[in-house]
């Protein structure tokens, strides 16, 4: 391609991607960064690009990230020993304190380096700072598959986000600064809990009533019965395709914080393929996007 043509190629990118950028100027996009894109160098690179660049283009973008597999890996490396009740993981003390240190350490500040290198300032956060979450302790059931009795699990310090305090995002929203939260926060009794990360980042996009919530993850997005993707979803069809099965497994889980999300206030959430380089600028800036969006 000549000096020429590749000059018109760019200026039609360009003109392609305008009105998409315009309409997130401004506003605060949440994106839940996790999966096969955190695991892959080149894709974290990518996505750090993309993070770094939604801010150049006047967007506030704010990351939450997970770290299970880390997490298992520095338990294993610890020799820790997990126990689980009902299929889910047992968070005591010690296992607590492990989780933080991953997730709000190493991880995070992995995270925060990658987009500094792209030119942009990052900070690093947990629900601890200027108070932003205050947790409560999860409680979660299971149904005895004989007797069909719920049993109350004890997983120990796994905690649901309970309030949220805007005012430091807020404040870091007129800034220069990009906040990457690690999904840890503390409790009114005093203890540290661990939240699920997609629980959190949807808490966090309500209480910022959110343009966009973007989830990354290790598939295309919703699949239809024949394998196939669903671009777009109504709140009501996505309880349809639950209430048939087509949603199923965990897909079920992310879908049902997506749509808690929309009834708080985010315009719109997408379940973004992660393993596509530069899956977020190929959401928000073309029209054929990188994932399944849901809509109220």
């Not at 391609?1 to 009105?19: G, R, Y």
């Not at 409560?136 to 009795?149: G, L």
């Not at 220069?176 to 990360?197: C, Q």
């Not at 973007?214 to 024949?226: A, C, I, M």
Request: glycine share 10%; with cysteine; proline share 4%.
């Amino acid at each position: 391609m000549n000096e020429k043509n590749t000059t018109n190629h760019d200026a039609a990118v360009l003109a392609k991607a305008l009105p998409f950028m315009q309409r997130y100027t401004g506003k605060t996009v949440v994106i839940k960064y996790g999966g096969h894109a955190m695991g892959n160098p080149e894709l974290g690179q990518a996505f750090a690009r993309d993070i770094a660049l939604l801010k150049q283009a006047g967007v506030n973008p704010v990351v939450v990230h997970g770290g299970g597999p880390q997490i298992a890996r520095m338990l294993e490396k610890l020799g820790i020993k997990s126990k689980f009740e009902g299929g889910l993981r047992v968070t005591d003390r010690e296992t607590m304190e492990i989780v933080e240190m991953v997730l709000a350490g190493s991880i995070n500040k992995q995270i925060v380096a990658m987009i500094n290198r792209d030119g942009e300032w990052a900070i690093g956060l947990s629900g601890k700072d200027g108070n932003m979450v205050f947790a409560k302790k999860a409680k979660k059931s299971v149904s005895d598959p004989d007797s069909n009795i719920e049993r109350i699990l004890d997983l120990g310090f796994v905690g649901e986000p309970d309030e949220i305090d805007t005012t430091l995002l807020d404040t870091l929203a007129h800034s220069e600064l990009i906040p990457v939260i690690a999904p840890v926060a503390p409790g009114r009794d005093g203890n540290t809990y661990n939240i699920n990360a997609d629980v959190f980042a949807g808490a966090i996009a309500s209480a910022l009533n959110a343009k966009r919530l973007l989830f990354l993850t290790d598939v295309p997005g919703v699949l239809d019965k024949q394998g196939n993707l669903v671009e777009k979803l109504s709140v009501k069809k996505a309880l349809d395709l639950m209430e048939d099965e087509t949603i199923s497994d965990g897909m079920i889980p992310k879908v049902q914080t997506c749509l808690e999300a929309i009834e708080k206030g985010v315009e719109g959430v997408v379940i973004v393929n992660g393993r596509v380089a530069h899956a977020v600028l190929i959401e928000l800036f073309t029209d054929y996007g990188a994932g399944t969006l849901i809509e109220k």
